[in-house]
């Protein structure tokens, strides 16, 4: 069974996200980016699942610039046996994004679609539901933990309430959560040989794919700055303090 991961390149959790003087947008040039947390965890489970038998080969995809070409190579690091850029300079929205996946999909004929619930940059958290609607199949989101039996997945969900476990036929996307698995350290080695496996390009024109921009962010703005601290010594204290903030 083939699996298709997807992979976004975004800027790295650790970076402090600083807002465009201009309120343009955030600032990207000049600051380290990596893949987005949750497609590592995509890629982890997809290698897994791999290892016990259950898939048998692993296809990294991404959308975006030149520079995607890094996101990739970690991505076959991880252990994909290779890797399709769709290449694309400009800005992505979501359905576009996933108007070009389920094309990948469908020409791949991968069975298992696998993504991260989410990208860190835009925390949309549309584009995998996206794909399984326009191509009708099934999509089990927020996964913390997936089994492949025959032409079935069973995934536990995390829910409002908990827990849900669901069953779903293949081909099906899953959207991964924090809590499916944590991403092995990358060794030197595979690192290497990364570099050796192939990536193939395409675009949107041979997808059969127009972008087209569904909304517009006509600006950004950083949080509102956190007023200092107030220490207290005594409750008395502690209530005089929020009586005189109104918060009593």
């Known amino acids: 069974m083939k699996a298709l991961v997807s992979v976004k390149r975004v ?4 970076v402090r996200v600083q807002v465009k003087s201009d309120g343009s947008g955030v600032v990207t040039d000049g600051v380290k980016h990596s893949m987005n947390p949750f497609d590592e965890i995509a890629m982890e489970e997809a290698v897994r699942l791999k290892e016990k038998g259950k898939v048998t080969e692993i296809v990294a995809v991404t959308i975006g610039g030149a ?20 290449k694309e300079e400009g800005e992505v929205q979501p359905l576009t994004a996933a108007k070009a996946l389920a094309a990948v999909l469908k020409k791949e004929d991968a069975k298992l679609f696998i993504c991260g619930k989410q990208a860190i940059d835009d925390d949309a958290n549309q584009t995998g539901q996206m794909v399984a609607a326009l191509l009708d199949i099934a999509q089990a989101t927020f996964a913390s933990k997936v089994e492949i039996e025959g ?4 995934v536990t969900r995390e829910v409002d309430a908990g827990l849900e476990t669901i069953e779903v036929d293949l081909p099906a996307v899953v959207t991964t959560d924090l809590r499916l698995n944590e991403p ?5 080695p595979d690192i290497m040989k990364a570099k050796k496996k192939p990536i193939d390009a395409t675009s949107f024109g041979d997808l059969g794919v127009t ?6 962010v006509t600006k950004t703005t950083p ?3 956190r007023s200092k601290g107030v220490m207290v010594k005594t ?3 502690l209530v005089s303090a929020l009586k ?3 918060l009593l």
Not at 67 to 86: M, S
Not at 211 to 216: E, H, L, N, V
């Open 67 to 86: 520079k995607n070409e890094e996101t990739l190579r970690t991505a076959l690091a991880f252990g994909a046996d290779r890797a399709i850029h769709v």
């Open 235 to 237: 409750v008395d204290e």
């Open 223 to 225: 949080p509102p700055t």
């Open 184 to 188: 092995r350290y990358l060794k030197l």
């Open 151 to 154: 032409d079935k997945a069973k």
């Open 244 to 246: 005189g903030k109104g």
């Open 11 to 14: 800027v790295d959790y650790n």
């Open 211 to 216: 972008p087209g921009a569904g909304f517009k």
